[in-house]
């Protein structure tokens, strides 16, 4: 990773290390932070001339050599300091929550509108909604290209940033021509690393933020963060982690829980971590609890199914969305517990 003395290299500056690593069969990536851009080295830097040749010019300050798989989302990189911003919220100030429908009905739109300000109400800054859904069974609904006007007509008439999975290029291509903020890579589909490449290709030049599923079947959590470096490895850090629960299911819950893995993440990734309650438990009655432990392990957000009428819902929705009602006190409830912890770290420090 070349970190220029100035907040970016100049064009010529740009040229001149793209020409000398590409003697070495490397690439240059710029990674454009909040403040400055740094810039990394992709392909394999252990090239003692390479590196000695970069050292050598006039205008790098300094070349980290961090020697891990992941080593833009590691919390060693210069990355560390990069700030995810999503609405009006930047990650990490303020508990992040994401709230809506598992599945948009096209059919009811209204059900999305109504949900979309209930949720606002609720304290949601993001609107979560399903326009075309990873189904198990190939003859259950998967999903409508028309339910992205509805998501999108939700954000007009809220403000909310909305979010949707996309499960191939020409989802990523509809939502992201539609104007969605932030794209869900889902569990099943966090291991496909032809679509994490297109999907890091597509928002390299964009602001849109990734929320990044934990898959059902990841094992360690280095593959959870080489999948993340999949995509900021094309220049857009805006990554969220997501443990969502893993399989084996535990007897009774519809997942393994595993927000407990998330000081695990924190001391590997600088990262953001969003948990995904509903899927983790997968009913609405032990959503909340999920939903506080996740803060208290230290999570920086949480993405929760909620619906005006789960019962009349598809998808997901009749068995794990909370009703706004619900929502709302586990926000509040979650947003103590946020600021209780923090202000007690802030005080350990001082
Ligand atoms: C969802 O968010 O509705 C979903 C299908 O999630 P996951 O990929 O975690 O199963
Ligand atoms: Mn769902």
Known sequence: MILPKSNRLTNEQLAEITQIVEGFSCRIQPIVGTVRTIYAIVGDERDDLMMTRLEGLSYVDRIDKIQSPFKLMDKRSDLATHSIQLGNVTLGEELLVIAGQCTIDPKNPNFLYETAAAVKEAGAQVLRGGVWKPRTNPYAFQGDAKSLDILMEAHRRTGLPVDAEVMDEQQLQLALDAGVHMLQVGARNALNYSLLRSIGRAVADRNT????????????????????EYIASFGNPNILLCP???SPT???????PDESITPLLKEKTWAPVVVDPSHSVGKAVYVPACALAAVAYGADGLCIETHVQPTKGI???????????????TITQAKNLWSLLRSSKQEAKA
């Open 250 to 256: 535990l007897d009774g819950y519809r997942n393994h």
């Open 209 to 228: 933020v990734v929320l990044l599923k934990r898959s059902l079947h990841m094992g360690t959590l280095n593959e959870f963060l080489s999948a993340a």
């Open 244 to 246: 969502r629960g893993t």
């Open 315 to 329: 998808g997901d929705d009749p068995k794990q969305a909370l009703t706004p009602e619900v929502l709302a006190e």
